[in-house]
């Protein structure tokens, strides 16, 4: 899997960025070693013991191994390291098989991997709803549809949430560990929370881009600018839900795409680069 070193983002300001308080401690740093060395982060396991690598198109799946080091592929599909689910087990991964028909519209199978027997099952076919790939086990879920909407199911239903309005884009949307939150971004307005029924809104961040739970309280992202081509800049930033905010890796780094659950953080960066860390 090959990632093409352009990443088209929206120019942000880093420097007006100040750390008030150190919310996270790094305990430790080591960067991953793989056969390639163009790829990205998908996901990172509930217990934090292996990570989801994807090339830069979000093409091909791959699972590393964090405590041995060494990592196999799941997966060759297009759009497969896009929105990837993980169930709450870490056995079960749910992702998308990206086919473009003879209508030239874009659609996707919805494809299930069991990562003990390795079998894959098909849930779906043709679709354009990405709320096909929520953890049909879990209590709740929410997913991003092809309307930039959020999507959420909840105690058997599935509703469309669009908390800060239907006219804006939604991404990154994610439930909280204790189930009683919404993360998401809004295109050009920032960083949000809200309740299970899409309200209580709060602004986290205005920069605050892929926003990742790191537990109930406290969000991680990335806060990147660009020269309208390449990104210049990028840091890891932690904010909570009372107001603290924290640089956790420098813009210099150019650290992207966070994915974090307790006690782990991981990135990766513009270069190719994928880094753990430990922290607490």
Not at 69 to 79: K, L, V, W, Y
Not at 108 to 130: E, G, H, I, P, S
Request: charged residues 20%; negative net charge; proline residues 2%.
């Amino acid at each position: 899997m090959h990632m093409k070193k352009t990443f088209l983002t929206i120019a942000i300001g880093l420097s007006s960025l100040i750390a008030s308080a150190q919310v996270l401690e790094i305990a430790s740093m080591r960067q991953l070693t793989t056969p390639d060395e163009e790829l990205k982060i998908a996901g990172i396991s509930p217990a934090g013991d292996y990570l989801l690598l994807t090339d830069g198109g979000n093409t091909g799946l791959s699972r590393y191994d964090l405590q041995t080091n060494t990592m196999s592929t799941i997966t060759d599909a297009q759009g497969a390291g896009w929105n990837v689910q993980i169930s709450k087990d870490g056995e079960t991964i749910t992702y998308r098989q990206v086919n473009i028909g003879n209508d030239k519209l874009v659609k996707q199978d919805v494809v299930q991997y069991n990562l003990n027997t390795k079998r894959q099952m098909v849930l779906a076919k043709n679709q354009r709803d990405a709320s096909q790939l929520m953890d049909a086990t879990a209590p709740y879920a929410v997913a991003i549809n092809e309307n930039l909407h959020m999507v959420l199911k909840h105690n058997g239903k599935t509703i469309v949430l669009t908390p800060n309005g239907k006219e804006q884009a939604y991404n990154w949307a994610s439930i909280s560990p204790d189930g009683s939150k919404i993360l998401y971004y809004v295109s050009g307005m920032g960083c949000y929370v809200c309740d299970m029924e899409g309200k209580n809104v709060k602004q986290i961040a205005q920069h605050c881009r892929a926003p990742q739970w790191y537990d109930n309280h406290t969000i991680i992202g990335m806060a990147d600018e660009d020269d309208g081509t390449y990104v210049t800049a990028s840091a890891i930033v932690v904010y909570t839900l009372t107001g603290q905010s924290q640089i956790l890796i420098d813009k210099h780094m150019m650290a992207i795409y966070p994915y974090a659950v307790e006690g782990k953080v991981a990135f990766s960066t513009t270069h190719g680069d994928i880094y753990m860390l430990d922290v607490k």
